[in-house]
Antibody, heavy 118, light 107 residues
Framework: EVQLVESGGGLVQPGGSLRLSCAAS????????MHWVRQAPGKGLVWVSQ????????TYAESVKGRFTISRDNAKNTLYLQMNSLRAEDTAVYYC???????????WGQGALVIVSS | EIVLTQSPGTLSLSPGERAALSCRAS???????LAWYQQKPGQAPRRLIY???TRATGIPDRFSGTGSGTDFTLTISRLEPEDFAVYYC????????FGGGTKVEIK
């Protein structure tokens, strides 16, 4: 059974940093592109970042470029999102998701809540 | 960036009725890369349709997807109580984007 489990969310002050983790199981993690998608309270889904299978290629939404870094450790079957210079508008539930065969998101984690507030 | 516009924002229907949700793209989307998701409060999104018209594993056949180019539709033939939720379309031509969502609520 495919499972994605996020951790590392919490309350952080504006300008602070946080690192999210997503532990993957039930599939060969190293064969899949992975993504982070976020959802602000009461709002819609917004794609944040993606990473290629071996980590050699990464892409970011303009809103987080230069502040967030996606990475992965295929030996540990874990995806990461390092978030620096956090702003109030980064407050959201952050989901990790696996790329499906049709460039969709076929499996999602349960989400990690990040609150940026003083 | 391709912008996806979903309409209506809210659809008020009764169980047993048919729902038609629209997703319009700002430029042509490769049909293979158009998907639909369902999200219920407090839950992660669940994939319903990929490749514009292929149902994901375990999705009932009352859900169907059609469309091509810039116009796509998710149809729920007969609403069941568990279908009242928010639905999102998503494309991935160059970078992924989501539509703003359509809430299907009980009338």
């Amino acid at each position: 059974e495919v499972q994605l489990v996020e951790s590392g969310g919490g309350l952080v002050q504006p300008g602070g940093s946080l690192r999210l983790s997503c532990a993957a199981s039930g599939f060969t993690f190293s064969r899949y592109w992975m993504h982070w998608v976020r959802q602000a309270p009461g709002k819609g889904l917004v794609w944040v970042s993606q990473i290629e299978t071996d980590g050699s290629s990464t892409t970011y939404a303009e809103s987080v470029k230069g502040r967030f870094t996606i990475s992965r450790d295929n030996a540990k079957n874990t995806l990461y999102l390092q978030m620096n210079s956090l702003r109030a508008e980064d407050t959201a539930v952050y989901y990790c998701a696996r790329t499906g065969s049709a460039r969709d998101f076929d499996y999602w984690g349960q989400g990690a809540l990040v609150i940026v507030s003083s | 960036e391709i912008v996806l516009t979903q309409s209506p924002g809210t659809l008020s229907l009764s169980p047993g009725e048919r729902a038609a949700l629209s997703c319009r793209a700002s430029q042509s989307v490769i049909s293979s890369y158009l998907a639909w998701y369902q999200q219920k409060p407090g839950q992660a999104p669940r994939r319903l349709i990929y490749g514009a018209s292929t149902r994901a594993t375990g999705i009932p056949d009352r859900f169907s997807g059609t469309g091509s180019g810039t116009d796509f539709t998710l149809t729920i033939s007969r609403l069941e109580p568990e279908d009242f939720a928010v639905y999102y379309c998503q494309q991935y031509v160059s970078s992924p984007t989501f539509g703003g969502g359509t809430k299907v609520e009980i009338k």
